[in-house]
Every structure is written in structure tokens, then in C-alpha cells.
């Protein structure tokens, strides 16, 4: 049985009060709000009297009794947080300070997301961020160089270009676009869509990094576009028309291992071309013509020349795609 967490104290017409405690399964809801005589009609915007958390969610406790949700939103939300350890209700609770508040349902979002959000702990601060991002991404770097490094300067350029947000639960990478998402799918539901996507409309192949894992990811080459706005999962198809319209992508071929990261306020996508039929000679001209429109770039060129690092060196690939040169077999 899961433990309430929320309880909600209800003033009926009739003048008495009712307590619900969440979450409950929509059958006892529902049967729940019958025997207190509150018809489906009644039960948003009702008149709480109180609204009660237990666990670390005080801060999310201040938004739900101000914005005094339907019961049913406040027993989704009571469920998805039930199922967050302390720590993970913690944290949950340190992100409202970048809420909107708008209402409820970006609260039940946020939760519904919050397993993508990439908590680093015990960061605090710029500094406390760089030093956390040279350890990690420049181990052993030389002792007078790591001692004269600022950085205060070093974390400020992180949050930058990850958009990320210090909490006092810590540091969380890929805040702004996660967050992006999560007010998508908040209209979704003021809407009464459900934010669950059809299998066949999924973002296939598109994996949230970070842009400093670009130096030791797995992958070869690549096409990096830049400034990839809105859905991007039209980006996505229509890069993959696009190319396949030009002749580069052929034998039904297209790019299905794809990448998106941050860098310098911009939203970006990565395209392996690892395995994929194109033909080279076309795809490079086409990422001469096209830089000016999407910012094409090779990874090989991008990660030095904007990250200002080198690649760490990748085994020999296994050729199973088919890569020709200027059209010919």
C-alpha cells in the first residue's frame, strides 16, 4: 500500500469537511468523491481548506496551496512524486525555484520528466562547477596550469553553453531544454492531451548529451547542425527527406543514431554517419551550401574548432554501410 503523501482537506457545499489522502488508486478516487457527494462537475477548483505534504517537498507544498488544483491533477501528482526516494523529492523540490507556476500541470510535467534531469550533487556554485567539469574532463592536467585555472569562469562558460542551473541540491546539466519539453507537454495537458507519444511518432534515435561528451563519443563522423529550434523530431525528418530527395541517403538508408546537446545558447543535433548508405562526395557539398542556412559542420571539425579540444582517437570503424564517392559504386 503506498503511503499518503499528500493530504488534501476539503470544505463540501454542504459545509462539512472532507480529507482525502493521496495518492489512491481512480477507482477509490472516484468512489472516494461519490461518497462525499462531489459530483465530476464540482471537483476542479474546489475549495481546499488545506493541503498537507509529507517527505521534502515543502516548496512544491507552497505552489499546490496556492494554485488549489482539481483533485483528480492533485492525485497525479501525489502519485508520480510517491514514487521519488528523499533525495530525488529533494531535489525535485530545489527545482521549483525555476517554475513558473503556472499551475498544476507543469508541477505533474516536471515530475514526469524528472528522471532525465542529470543531477550532479554537492556543486554550489561557478566554481565549485569548473573545478567538478577540469576534474572529470582533464584529469591530470599539469599541477601550475590546474592551480592558475579560474574556475569561476571555467563553471559560468559550463552553464553557458550546457544550459544548466545550479540548485541546492546541486548542479543540473541540460536544465533550459529538458525544461522546454516539460512546458510542451504542460500545455498538452491544460489541453486534456495525454503526453504519452505514439511509438511510431517517438524521437527514434535521438539521445540528450552533454557537448563535452562529443570528444569521446562513439561515433566517427557526423553531420552537426546548429540552432535546431521547435520540434526536433521534424528536424530529424526532414534533414533525412532532404537527403534522401539530394540522392546522398539512398537503398532506403537514413539517420536513425542521432544526438542533441547545447552549446552557446544553441540546440544542436548530431547525425552519425556510421553505417549509413550515402554517398561522401555529395553529402560534403552539401554541407558547404548548407552551412550558412543550418551551421553544417563535421563533428571532426566542430569539436576542436568550437569546443577547443581534441577527439580522443576511436577504434578502426566496421564498415556495414555503404559509403560511395561522388556517385560511384
Not at 552551412?291 to 578502426?316: I, K, Q
Request: hydrophobic share 35%.
Amino acid at each position: 500500500m503506498t503511503m499518503a503523501l499528500i493530504t488534501a482537506y476539503i470544505k463540501t457545499k454542504i459545509g462539512s469537511q472532507t480529507t482525502f489522502e493521496l495518492p489512491q488508486s481512480e477507482a477509490d478516487l472516484e468512489q472516494n468523491l461519490v461518497a462525499s457527494e462531489i459530483s465530476p462537475e464540482n471537483r476542479d477548483g474546489y475549495l481546499y481548506e488545506e493541503i498537507k505534504c509529507i517527505g521534502n517537498i515543502e516548496a512544491a507544498q507552497d505552489w499546490l496551496r496556492e494554485m488549489k488544483p482539481g483533485i483528480t491533477e492533485l492525485n497525479t501528482f501525489a502519485g508520480l512524486i510517491s514514487g521519488l526516494n528523499d533525495e530525488q523529492q529533494n531535489q525535485y523540490d530545489c527545482m521549483m525555484e525555476f517554475c513558473k507556476g503556472e499551475d498544476v500541470y507543469e508541477l505533474i510535467s516536471i515530475a514526469e520528466h524528472f528522471h532525465e534531469f542529470d543531477f550532479v550533487p554537492e556543486i554550489s556554485d561557478d566554481a565549485e562547477l569548473g573545478q567538478w567539469y577540469v576534474d572529470n574532463e582533464y584529469p591530470g592536467l599539469d599541477g601550475v596550469i590546474y592551480d592558475n585555472l579560474d574556475f569561476s569562469g571555467v563553471g559560468a562558460n559550463v552553464l553557458r553553453d550546457e544550459g544548466g542551473k545550479l540548485t541546492d541540491a546541486g548542479y543540473i546539466a541540460n536544465f533550459d531544454y529538458i525544461m522546454n519539453q516539460v512546458h510542451m507537454d504542460a500545455e498538452q495537458l491544460r489541453n486534456g492531451r495525454s503526453t504519452q507519444v505514439a511509438e511510431d511518432e517517438a524521437p527514434n534515435g535521438i539521445k540528450r548529451i552533454n557537448a563535452r561528451d562529443l570528444r569521446t563519443l562513439p561515433v566517427n563522423e557526423g553531420l552537426v547542425v546548429q540552432g535546431c529550434g521547435g520540434d526536433l523530431k521534424e528536424w530529424v525528418g526532414g534533414i533525412n527527406n532532404t537527403l534522401t530527395e539530394e540522392g546522398i541517403l539512398f537503398g532506403g538508408d537514413k539517420f536513425s543514431d542521432v544526438y542533441m546537446f547545447e552549446h552557446d545558447g544553441l540546440t544542436n543535433l548530431l547525425f552519425s554517419m556510421d553505417d549509413v548508405n550515402l554517398d561522401i562526395g555529395k553529402m560534403a557539398m552539401w554541407q558547404l551550401r548548407s552551412h550558412d542556412t543550418f551551421g553544417g559542420t563535421w563533428l571532426s571539425d566542430y569539436v576542436p574548432n568550437r569546443l577547443g579540444v581534441d577527439r580522443e582517437p576511436l577504434e578502426a570503424p566496421q564498415e556495414t554501410g555503404d559509403m560511395q564517392m561522388g556517385g560511384m559504386e
